[in-house]
């Protein structure tokens, strides 16, 4: 399944990405990563082994002697002696070669190098598609490549995530390891099932880990709070990502846990949570122009626009049924696109609290995606789980339908 996609601004990649490199830094920095997970799984452990106990323990299955019911002799035997065995692991970095100021002697691939960098090269004129797929359980972000002149659609590298992702968001703002750097970046924050973001430098290639994480990693206080508001951190799924185009280093996100957050990437901390909604929060956008304004909707069933600076001062929609996205209207800024689960757009003037300047049932069933064409007015595109992808005409507030196509593709 594909879950959400996202375009990388052409000409933003980096022409040559990266190779991704183990610094003394970074070292601490994984290491860090990777005993909390450690500690998390342990702990884990701990509490099934505890609720195995339990259920040994019951005297009504004692006679049945669950805890040995399976066992093999000669397997314990050598299960104690592998335990008793050295760690071969004990000191991981022990294994690598690690000197910042000398190449490591061990790998030989020197004649490669050239004909690897031109594999991995991205043009100006290519456009870059972020995919996030799952398949057999395991989900990942695909970094995609479409060449014009040859029709050419290949994943040029991926990354790996930790739950089924929901929202992607590009940004060119730099975080983690390369913030402070005055050159343009290319990220993506990515939302999952996962109560936390992560934000991946796609111009670095087979990166291990994400260059920052927004949200709290500590899994047993969040299974504590799992779904209640927290001021500092989500607590269930994110829902949509909504990056701050005139206030670079804000980035807006939605969740399950019925908040709406704004994040600084430049301090990896929440600065702001909003409590407005009494339900999911699907969809979260910043204004195109107005920096410090945003829409909110949600499934309960209504659209909140606000100013960030005063959160108290809301504007209310009714959306009639549950949200599924907001559009700001980039030809005029104080209107916006509501679609819906009952497949209807609404059309609002932000300067008309309550009303609609049109609504519009546009599919029998919930409109799932839609979009504007960026030059020119009045041209909406909606896809919808009734299979149909449609085209319509707004101008003069009167929407009629220019094109229906079933594509054939779900």
Not at 7 to 32: C, F, L
Not at 367 to 393: E, I, R, Y
Request: glycine share 4%; aromatic share 8%.
């Amino acid at each position: 399944m594909i879950s959400a996609l996202a375009w990388v601004r052409k000409g933003a990649a980096a022409e040559r990405p990266a190779a991704y490199e183990m610094t003394e830094d970074e070292y601490k920095r994984i290491q860090q990563i990777a005993a909390t997970e450690i500690s998390d799984a342990k702990q884990e452990l701990k509490e099934k082994a505890q609720l195995d106990d339990a259920i040994l323990n019951d005297p009504a299955l004692k006679d049945f002697d669950l805890e040995h019911y399976d066992s093999d002799p000669s397997e314990d035997a050598n299960d104690d002696q592998e335990e008793s065995g050295p760690n071969v692991f004990s000191n991981i970095k022990g294994l690598a070669y690690h000197n910042e100021d000398e190449e490591d002697p061990y790998i030989t691939m020197k004649g490669a190098d050239e004909d690897e960098q031109e594999e991995v090269r991205v043009f100006g004129t290519d456009n870059l598609l972020l995919v996030a797929k799952t398949e057999d359980d395991m989900s990942n972000l695909e970094v995609c490549v479409f060449e014009d002149e040859s029709d050419n659609l290949f994943v040029h590298h991926d990354f790996m995530l930790p739950a089924f992702p929901l929202c992607l968001e590009w940004l060119d703002y730099r975080v983690g390891r390369t913030a402070g750097q005055q050159t343009p970046g290319s990220f993506v924050a990515v939302g999952t099932f996962e109560p936390r973001i992560e934000i991946w430098d796609l111009d670095t290639l087979d990166s291990m880990y994400p260059d920052l994480v927004l949200g709290s990693t500590d899994k047993r206080q969040l299974r504590k709070l799992k779904g209640k508001p927290h001021a500092e951190f989500h607590t269930d799924a994110v829902m949509d990502l909504s990056w701050n185009r005139n206030v670079r280093n804000l980035l807006a996100s939605s969740s399950a846990d019925t908040t709406v957050k704004l994040w600084d990437l430049n301090t990896g901390k929440c600065a702001q949570s909003y409590g407005h909604h009494s339900d999911k929060v699907q969809a979260v956008k910043w204004h195109p122009t107005e920096a410090s304004v945003m829409l909110s909707g949600g499934y309960d069933q209504k659209v909140a626009a606000f100013d960030s600076r005063a959160p108290d001062a809301i504007t209310w929609w009714s959306s009639g049924s549950d949200v599924e996205s907001l559009m700001w209207d980039i030809h005029s800024p104080s209107n916006f696109f509501v679609a819906t689960d009952a497949g209807e757009v609404r059309y609002h003037d932000i300067r008309q609290p309550g009303s609609a300047v049109f609504v519009l049932a546009a599919h029998d069933e919930a409109v799932s995606a839609m979009d504007q064409h960026p030059s020119v007015p009045n041209v909406l595109v909606t896809g919808s789980v009734d299979q149909s992808v449609k085209v319509w005409t707004t101008k003069d507030n009167k929407p009629s339908m220019v094109l229906s196509r079933n594509l054939d593709v779900g």
